[in-house]
């Protein structure tokens, strides 16, 4: 049953959304998705660390994190973690991938028994290599855990862009005789406004490592983009791209098929088309011959692709998948590798059948010649 897709049709009509929810991170993403939970009429109370921002979000109704976005009536936001978790029935984790271990293990000691808890950061946690909602489930216990991932940029969520995600949550044998009742419908539906819809899935894995490998990808296509190159080549990396998602996703147990759905394909066509994206936004500048420490002018911004490039190569090395655009993300950001002789040796690989299934035994005609002048190019 593990495995099996759930069908296409119509979630429930009598599902009910959940009437009121806790938001755990006040940043863009967090945010946007408490004003989209609020606008649907679900009681929203958005935790966020910063008194400031808080404060800034009660007194003024806005937020330094999306100017201009006016939050709707039943969204307050809260300092104290118990304060936000009082009565929800449901949670949704929003902040960065490396701080959801400490998050979760702070929302676990004021949840409720059984409340289902959304984790919505996208990456592999470096120390263990595990994804988002099983770091979120060592710490949360019997509570079940999700997620939410797709191409959503928080700004134009917020400002009601007509935006779809997927929700997924593993389906128990009570969820299929009930589907109504499942956290995946019900949070689908609680997140379903004019301008936002949930798709539901049960394929955890698909989903998370669409997510965690699309903003390595976007890197790669910001420095090749940066490095003066154009559409074809944008296009090689977002379709091979898919490919990688796929052969891991499969090796960790998910579904090919899911990866062609929004947390994948749709991700990674959003993140790998615009500098809206801040890991094609790195990819950019590192691709200018910007330094590292000058990229975004100096200031931290959450690149979640950067330390992600780390944590999935090294995964999917465990696990026998070569990801080679991943692994050139990474040895250029992480084992100083020089951006240009790197993309020249990822474009000069022994030739593979697309796809995987034809066996190919001859080997890649380029010559040394030919890759020291791609890399010439680049450099
Ligand atoms: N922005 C987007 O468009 C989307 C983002 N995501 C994902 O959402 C996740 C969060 O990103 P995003 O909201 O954009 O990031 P932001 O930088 O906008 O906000 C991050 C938030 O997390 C808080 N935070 C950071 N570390 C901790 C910690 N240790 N404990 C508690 N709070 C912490 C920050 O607080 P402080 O300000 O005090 O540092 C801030 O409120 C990422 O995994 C991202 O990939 C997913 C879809 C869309
Ligand atoms: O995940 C996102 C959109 O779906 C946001 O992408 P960035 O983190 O690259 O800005």
């Not at 009910?16 to 967090?30: E, L, N, T």
């Not at 796929?246 to 749709?266: D, F, I, M, P, Y």
Request: glycine share 10%.
């Amino acid at each position: 049953m593990k495995h099996q897709p759930l069908s296409g049709d119509p979630l429930p009509s009598h599902a009910h959304p959940y009437r009121s929810a806790a938001v755990i991170g006040a940043g863009s993403w967090g945010t946007a998705l408490a004003v989209t939970l609020a606008r649907g009429g679900v009681q929203t109370r958005l935790w966020g660390r910063d008194r400031a921002v808080v404060d800034g979000i009660n007194r003024a109704r806005e937020t330094r994190f999306l100017p201009g976005v006016p939050m709707p009536a039943g969204l307050n936001a809260v300092h104290e973690m118990e304060a936000a978790l009082a009565g929800a029935d449901v949670a949704l984790i929003v902040v960065p991938s490396r701080a959801v271990r400490s998050v979760a293990r702070a929302v676990a000691e004021y949840a409720a028994p059984g409340l289902p808890v959304a984790v919505c950061a996208k990456g592999i946690e470096a120390e263990t290599g595990l994804l988002m909602t099983q770091v979120a489930e060592e710490e949360l216990g019997r509570r079940p855990v999700g997620c939410v991932s797709g191409p959503t940029f928080a700004r134009e969520t917020a400002l009601g862009h007509p935006t779809a995600a997927t929700v997924a949550f593993p389906f128990s044998y009570a969820d299929r005789l009930k589907p109504a009742d499942s956290a995946a419908v019900r949070l689908a539906l609680s997140l379903s406004t004019e301008s936002f819809r949930a798709y539901v899935s049960d394929d955890l894995v698909g989903v998370e490592i669409g997510g965690a490998l699309k903003n390595v990808i976007a890197i790669a296509c910001g420095m090749m983009t940066g490095a003066g190159f154009a559409e074809n080549t944008r296009a090689a990396l977002i379709t091979r791209g898919v490919d990688e998602m796929k052969n891991l996703a499969e090796a960790l147990g998910g579904r090919r098929e899911t990866v062609t759905g929004l947390s994948g394909v749709g991700d990674l066509t959003l993140t790998c088309s615009s500098p809206t994206s801040r890991n094609m936004a790195l990819g950019l500048q590192l691709g200018q011959g910007v330094a590292r420490a000058d990229c975004f002018d100096g200031e931290p911004v959450v690149v979640e692709g950067e330390v992600n490039a780390k944590s999935v190569t090294d995964l999917a090395r465990r696990v026998g998948v070569t990801l080679p655009i991943c692994e050139t993300v990474r040895a250029i950001l992480h084992e100083g590798a020089p951006l240009g002789d790197a993309f020249a040796a990822l474009w000069a690989r022994p030739i593979e059948a697309e796809p995987r299934a034809m066996d190919l035994s001859f080997s890649h005609p380029a010559t040394d010649q030919a890759i020291a002048t791609l890399a010439e190019r680049i450099s």
